[in-house]
Every structure is written in C-alpha cells, then in structure tokens.
C-alpha cells in the first residue's frame, strides 16, 4: 500500500469541519478511531500489534522464526515484546496520533504512516529483519487533554509517578484514570516497564519539522542533534470578582492585569535570553464580559537552548508575575505542569543514521529542535535518534502545517535506509 492510501485513510479522524485543524485527545472517541486505524494498518502487515501497560500501541514486525520466549498474549504487562534477552536490540520507529487543539495533520502521524510505509517498502526489497522492529504510537505526547507532554513515554520510562498520573484531570474534571477506564484500559496498571525498554535497542522517530531551517538550507531530511530543555507552568491568579460598570478603578483586584503583565514578562525574557516563551492558553473565570473575573489561569511554555538559560527566563517571568500580583492585590499560585531536561540524541545512532542517509546519497544537516517529543523523553533509557522533514512554511502546531507529498516520500526512503541498516541482514 502507498503512503498516500495509508495517509488518506488517517486523514478524516478527528479533523475539525470549520478549522481543518486535528482535535484527537487522548482516551477520546477520535483516540480510539486512530488506535483501529494503526490495529488495521498492522493486521494489514501481519504485524502483531498490542498496547502496553501506559496504553501505547506496538506494531511488531518478528525475525523470522519469531520472538523469542515472548509472554502469552493478553498477559498482565504484556506489550508483546520479546523477552528482554532475547530481543536486546529491538529497533522501534514511530511517534504519535494525538494532537494538540486544531493542530496540523503532520505532526505525530507523519512518523506512524512513514514507518508503516517504511516496513513495506523494506519488505518490498526482500528485507528480513534480524532484530525485532516495531512501530510505535505513544500516547498524549501533546499532554493537550491532561497537561503533561509525552505522557505514554513518560509513564513507560518512568518518568513520572503513576499515582499522580492517574489523578491528572483535564478541563472538565476527568481524570486519566477515568478516562481510560472508560475507554476500556486498565488504568491500575499504568507505569515504568522495564522489560519493555530492556527489548529496545533504539528507537528512530522521524517527525515533520517545526521551523523551517530545512527549507532556508534546501534539503529534505535533516538528522536531529538534540532537544532544548523545555517544560510547562501552571500560573494561577485569584482576584475579587466585581462589577465592571460600578466596581471603581482603586478598589479592584482584577487578576486579568498581573496575567496581562505576565504575558508581556514573557515575551520580553524570551528576547533577552535569546529563548522562547508562550502563553497560549488561558482561561478566566467566571467569564463573563461585564465583570472583573475572579481568577485567572495560563499556561506558560517556556524553551531555551540551555538549562541555565531556561531557569532565567522561567525565574524572570514568574518574578514579574508576582510583582505584578503584588501591586493588584492579587494572589498567585505557580507550578510546573511537566518540565524536560536538554536532550542530546545518542551520538552512535546519529552517526549511523548519517552514514546510512549519506550511504543512499541523501544530504542530511544535522539540527537541534525546540519541540518536545517522545525521544526525548526515551532518550533517558535507550538510545534515540530522529529524522525531519521539511516543512516548507516551518508553521507547526497549526492547520497550516504541511510537508510536500515528494518530501514525504523523501522521508519514507531515508526512514527505510535507515531501518535497512539497522535491523536487515
Ligand atoms: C510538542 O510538539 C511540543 O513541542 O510541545
Ligand atoms: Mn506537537
Ligand atoms: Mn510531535
């Protein structure tokens, strides 16, 4: 099957009629469409597809001769590894199907629908895999339905307490826990998997671009280099709400203005620190037009090339923001919703991936990137290492999001070179 069938057949789930943009939370209806889309992509393939413990979905492709000693199927744990023994040097490739609110077709599925097409085109060359391989679909890597980016890998890898995931709750009160609960997953068995990652030997996530350094540089496919340290802050600011028309200038503790100031403290950090900082989520509480709200809620998300430089700019906001506060009577509560460290890409698999690309003759600038994604987190426990493809405008996180059909293709060849190389005999 081509990457245009299989991208078509993604397409329609979850999109939104008068944006154009994706709407597919995790643990949600549109969830649970783009969970049998990749269950029918995989049975399509003869691939033994299973979810993990934390909900993640795993396509395997097994050597011949099968996985070795794998747990029975349906186990308590099982995510259809092979024993760690046996399958020490799993190679994983994939990314994501959720998105954040209105968020671009690309971002996620390009690498699920790349590595599925990656697989058939290995097939196609009469490849066998020595290794195990697997396509992977981890899930809420947005956070956008319960606030932490990169949940499913976190929760894999341990990085993130289960308990507390459990109880994380989106916008209308529901917790993780409820929610898988009632999308039919265990949710008393979220947590690390050691077995699991101790099957990984790499994982290789090809993802679309978020800038456009490729297009300013005329090439296709880049390899990543490393991701800046980024992380989420929860700003609560809680004034008296009061009548607009009769409430008098003086007496008012208005959490709408030390917000304002904070936003601004943002953009001014960034530019100082040569970083970035965003407030693109906001909510004011009760909301009505005529009326001082009583609280205010934002969500900073601030990246900076280093920690040093992340830690300034994230300290100078909330500095901002308090005085702020202060000086409109105005009470603020901060806290980090999920923070990453700088990640460095496994230097022995990017030079692997660079001589596989530069073996097929395919130019790839090596870039760092301040978008999060599961291998960053991964990178913690195996060895990781990423892809790019253009993305001609660089507009990510938008329905304008878009990479070219010839540069898809482009990433489906360097994708299967690079998966050719690591698990082919
Ligand atoms: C994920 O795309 C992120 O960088 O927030
Ligand atoms: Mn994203
Ligand atoms: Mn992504």
């Known amino acids: 099957m081509s990457f245009a069938t299989l991208w078509e057949s993604l397409l329609?789930?979850?999109?939104?009629?008068?944006?154009?943009?994706?709407?597919?939370?995790?643990?949600?209806?549109?969830?649970?469409?783009?969970?049998?889309?990749?269950?029918?992509a995989a049975a399509e393939r003869d691939l033994r597809v299973l979810t993990d413990r934390n909900g993640?979905?795993?396509?395997?492709?097994?050597?011949?001769?099968?996985?070795?000693?794998?747990?029975?199927?349906?186990?308590?744990?099982?995510?259809?590894?092979?024993?760690?023994?046996?399958?020490?040097?799993a190679v994983v490739t994939g990314s994501h199907l959720d998105s954040v609110p209105d968020g671009g077709a690309f971002d996620g599925p390009l690498g699920v629908v790349s590595a599925f097409a990656a697989v058939?085109?290995?097939?196609e060359r009469g490849c066998l895999p020595a290794r195990p391989l697997a396509i992977a679909a981890f899930s809420e890597e947005e956070g956008a339905r319960f606030g932490v980016a990169c949940l499913g890998s976190r929760l894999l890898a341990g990085a993130i307490d289960p308990g507390a995931a459990r109880a994380l709750a989106d916008a209308a009160g529901v917790t993780l826990a409820e929610a898988m609960a009632?999308?039919?997953?265990?949710?008393?068995?979220?947590?690390?998997?050691?077995?699991?990652?101790?099957?990984?030997?790499?994982?290789?996530?090809?993802?679309?671009?978020?800038?456009r350094a490729l297009a300013d540089l005329d090439a296709a496919i880049a390899v990543g280099e490393q991701i800046w340290p980024h992380g989420r802050w929860r700003l609560d600011f809680t004034g008296r709400p009061d009548h607009a028309g009769t409430a008098i200038l003086a007496d008012r503790r208005d959490p709408m203005l030390p917000f304002a100031g904070a936003v601004l403290a943002a953009r001014q950090a960034a530019a100082s620190h040569g970083a970035r900082a965003t407030v693109g989520k906001v909510t004011a509480e009760p909301g009505a037009?005529?009326?001082?709200?009583?609280?205010?809620?934002?969500?900073?998300?601030?990246?900076?090339?280093?920690?040093?430089?992340?830690?300034?700019?994230?300290?100078?906001?909330?500095?901002?923001?308090?005085?702020?506060?202060a000086g409109h009577g105005v009470e603020l509560a901060a806290e980090p919703e999920s923070v990453t460290p700088a990640v460095m890409f496994d230097q022995g698999l990017r030079d692997g991936l660079a001589s596989s690309l530069a073996g097929r003759g395919i130019q790839a600038p090596v870039l760092p990137t301040g978008a999060g994604h599961d291998a960053g987190v991964l990178a913690a426990r195996v060895p990781t290492a990423m892809?790019?493809?253009?993305?001609?405008?660089?507009?990510?996180?938008?329905?304008?999001?878009?990479?070219?059909?010839?540069?898809?293709?482009?990433g489906v060849r360097a994708l299967a070179?690079?998966?050719?190389?690591?698990v082919g005999r």
């Open 12 to 40: 329609p789930i979850g999109r939104d009629g008068l944006s154009g943009g994706y709407r597919r939370f995790s643990w949600t209806p549109e969830d649970a469409a783009c969970r049998a889309w990749f269950t029918q």
């Open 56 to 89: 993640n979905l795993w396509a395997w492709w097994d050597p011949p001769g099968g996985p070795d000693a794998r747990p029975p199927a349906g186990a308590a744990g099982d995510s259809g590894a092979p024993s760690p023994r046996a399958g020490a040097g």
């Open 120 to 123: 058939d085109m290995l097939r």
């Open 182 to 211: 009632a999308a039919g997953h265990d949710p008393d068995g979220i947590g690390p998997d050691d077995g699991l990652l101790a099957a990984v030997g790499a994982y290789v996530e090809l993802h679309i671009e978020q800038g």
């Open 289 to 325: 037009v005529n009326a001082v709200s009583a609280r205010v809620s934002a969500w900073l998300d601030a990246r900076a090339p280093d920690e040093p430089t992340l830690q300034a700019v994230v300290g100078e906001v909330l500095a901002a923001a308090q005085e702020a506060a």
């Open 387 to 410: 892809l790019f493809v253009r993305n001609p405008t660089g507009v990510s996180h938008s329905p304008a999001e878009h990479a070219e059909p010839a540069d898809c293709a482009a």
């Open 417 to 422: 070179a690079v998966l050719e190389d690591l």
